[in-house]
């Protein structure tokens, strides 16, 4: 524990949090202004500079790597403080303005955000986050005077979350600038670590042709597209879960147990499968979050880009498409297509690759100039997520051609094909260089445990050739 941390602590047993009511979910709510004089129970602060006491330059207070200034600026202020010798003067111009940071948080203990504010107009007030918006806000009538908010979290799993605060106007608009002051912001956390259930491995029916056999009965002597068809009526019914579950399934089915074997996750855009990969990722504890560089964190890469559905459900959270991934690497994939690149613009560590397209694609029909190249390892994969994505939706996916500029070079508009020549060319080449391999079979079990569906070409390779041709 730090100077600045012990110094948080001390100060906070001669001041108050707020009490806790009783917690019916993960969050209990709490009174949103408390005064000072009562005690608080003895913790840690996880929070980094919520004293604002350390500015890297004049609007950079140090630790908060996440901050999104849209909005609001911050500057330190020795003048008007609560703890220590400064506190942070948020200059505040628009509606809605967040400020956070990244923390990790473990399963069985409590943590209390909490934060002192002080009004100096009454016209913004502010809104506690803790990893979500939760419903305890500064009373902007207190002008010129301290107050302090706090809330109660209970996660149920280790992971990393964002701490903070969002800025409102409290009549909806800004005709002029306003000023906040912030201090004291204490994570507090309480209680003991809680050990993880063990994780049971998922049943493989991949590896029962019995099973096998009975769950694709129905699509048995169809051919072409009728046999998609049949396939979707096969695979639509899956249970649609939330974005966040999917932690839980890339920290448990998501694991380098077939490369270097060291159950760190398995990255697509930073594995090197002959050699020792540039750095690795904890599960959990490394997840996005923001970042800076590559190596920063992984998040939830949708293979299949949201943007392109309309970041709708159950497509958003379908695992069958979705992957742990490098997070700045695909932010530089952006919603850029697959593709085979001519020159390189970026190269991650792995050699995925971001830039021009071949003459190849080109001949075959694409239009952009911009496309991603995964290595060839995980080619297949992705490819048969891709035939996955244009057989569990072929009732809406000839809709989505026209939500983007990327999404109407790879889409086709139809329900049948679904995607252009030049994609069915290059997926079927990936799909054959790059066969099924153990890997799959094992997340197309565990996928099918989480969700209830299964990916057809995963189980049957042969589905290719048999809907889109040899």
């Known amino acids: 524990m730090n100077n600045k941390t012990k110094i948080a602590i001390l100060l906070l047993s001669l001041t108050s949090l707020a009490a806790c009511g009783d917690s019916s979910d993960d969050k209990s709510t709490m009174s949103s202004v408390t005064t000072v004089g009562q005690e608080t129970p003895v913790g840690v602060d996880v929070a980094v500079n919520g004293s604002f006491e350390i500015f890297t330059d004049p609007t950079t207070p140090t630790g908060w790597t996440t901050i999104d200034t849209w909005g609001v600026a911050v500057a330190q202020d020795s003048a008007i403080f609560t703890t220590g010798l400064n506190s942070g003067a948020f200059t505040v111009t628009k509606t809605k303005a967040d400020f956070r940071q990244n923390v990790d948080v473990v399963n069985g203990k409590t943590y209390t955000l909490s934060m002192s504010v002080y009004h100096t107009e009454g016209g913004v007030k502010t809104r506690l986050y803790l990893a979500d918006y939760v419903n305890v806000y500064s009373d902007p009538s207190l002008v010129n005077q301290w107050q302090e908010i706090s809330f109660e979290y209970k996660p149920t799993e280790d992971k990393n979350i964002e701490i903070g605060t969002r800025f409102y106007s409290v009549s909806g608009t800004f005709d002029n600038e306003e000023i906040v002051y912030i201090d004291n912001l204490v994570l507090l956390a309480t209680g003991e670590a809680q050990e993880p259930a063990p994780l049971l491995p998922p049943p493989a029916i991949g590896k029962d042709p019995e099973a096998l056999k009975a769950y694709y009965q129905s699509s048995e002597g169809k051919t072409g597209f009728e046999l998609k068809t049949a396939l979707y009526d096969i695979i639509k019914g899956h249970t649609n879960k939330t974005y966040n579950d999917l932690w839980t399934f890339m920290s448990t089915y998501s694991l380098d147990t077939y490369y270097e074997n060291d159950n760190t996750i398995l990255d697509m855009y930073s594995e090197i499968p002959s050699a020792s990969d540039s750095y690795n990722f904890a599960p959990i504890l490394k997840q996005c979050g923001n970042y800076k560089a590559e190596g920063d964190c992984y998040n939830r890469e949708h293979s299949f880009p949201k943007s392109w559905f309309d970041d709708k459900y159950p497509m958003y959270s379908d695992v069958h498409h979705l992957f742990a991934t490098d997070g700045y690497v695909n932010g530089k994939r952006s919603n850029f297509p697959y593709g085979e690149v001519d020159t390189a613009t970026f190269t991650s560590s792995n050699g995925s690759k971001l830039g021009s397209p071949t003459a190849n694609l080109v001949t075959l029909g694409f ?15 992705l ?38 020549p030049w994609v069915i060319a290059m997926l079927k080449e990936w799909h054959t260089n790059d066969p099924v391999s153990t890997k799959e079979e094992y997340r197309n079990d565990a996928a099918f445990q989480y969700q209830g569906n299964r990916n057809p070409f995963v189980d049957h390779p042969e589905y290719v050739s048999e809907i889109w041709g040899n």
């Open 367 to 381: 239009t952009g100039d911009t496309v991603f190249e995964p290595i060839d390892e995980f080619k297949g994969d």
């Open 383 to 420: 490819a048969r997520a891709y035939f996955y994505m244009a057989t569990r939706y072929e009732n809406t996916i000839g809709s989505w051609e026209t939500n983007s500029t990327n999404s109407d070079a790879v889409l086709n508009g139809s329900t049948d094909a679904v995607f252009e």
